[in-house]
């Protein structure tokens, strides 16, 4: 595709429930990010797909939260028995090989999750 | 401390000012500096970037990064109404992917 596609757009779910997020980076990028941005914080790294494995998923913050990503394409997000904490935008982004991040992230519009 | 320290205050200018932005980090270990520019409700998109010190230029938009001071800038000219969005300074030792983030500033241009 042209541009990183997420969805859901806004996912609005109940304490306690499951989600998941979905990421298509743009085609041909091997690297995949996963980032969250909280109301009035900087975007916080979650993990990184390179091909289909996660070398770093230090920033996971629970073992609620995990990712995969299939086919060296989609990755999905999943965040179990959501908290009121886990509202947040959450940012997926893809680039081009590993390395130097210089070729810049192509960021996708987010997931804009509230959990009430 | 942080690794990226971003003052978060909006800003608001007149249509024409300069606008300068700023961030200081605390790991030497960076080399690859970055600004992002995010709209209302949207990703985050690069807008420049520079390895190690020095500045950049690109059209109305300068970077500067002294990494004796771990210090670096963004200068907007002639500022017009479609700059009016979060810039978010970003950072990254070299060959690691994980960008540190600044919590970004919102800016205002008025016409």
């Known amino acids: 595709g042209a541009g990183v596609s997420q969805s859901p757009s806004n996912k609005v779910t109940e304490k306690g429930k499951d989600v998941e997020l979905r990421c298509d980076p743009i085609?041909?990028?091997?690297?995949l990010y996963w980032y969250r941005q909280r109301l009035g914080q900087g975007l916080e790294f979650l993990i990184y797909f390179q091909g289909n494995s996660a070398p770093d998923k230090s920033g996971l913050p629970s073992d609620r939260f995990s990712a995969e990503r299939t086919g060296e394409s989609v990755s999905t997000l999943t965040i179990q028995r959501t908290q009121q904490e886990d509202s947040a935008v959450y940012l997926c982004a893809s680039s081009f090989g590993q390395g130097a991040p210089n070729y810049g992230y192509t960021f996708g519009s987010g997931t804009r999750l509230t959990v009430v | 401390q942080k690794e990226v320290e971003q003052d978060p205050g909006p800003l608001s200018v007149p249509e024409g000012a300069i606008v300068s932005l700023n961030c200081t980090y605390s790991?030497?270990?960076?080399?690859?500096f970055m600004w992002y520019r995010q709209y209302s409700r949207k990703g985050p998109e690069l807008l420049m970037y520079?390895?190690?010190?020095g500045n950049k230029e690109d059209g109305r938009f300068t970077a500067q990064v002294d990494k004796s001071s771990k210090y670096i800038s963004l200068f907007i000219r002639d500022s017009q109404p479609s700059d009016s969005a979060t810039y978010l300074c970003a950072m990254s030792p070299y060959g690691n992917n994980r960008l540190a983030f600044g919590k970004g500033n919102q800016v205002v241009v008025i016409p």
């Open positions: 520079t390895y190690s010190s």
């Open positions: 085609s041909g990028h091997t690297a």
């Open positions: 790991n030497s270990a960076f080399q690859y």
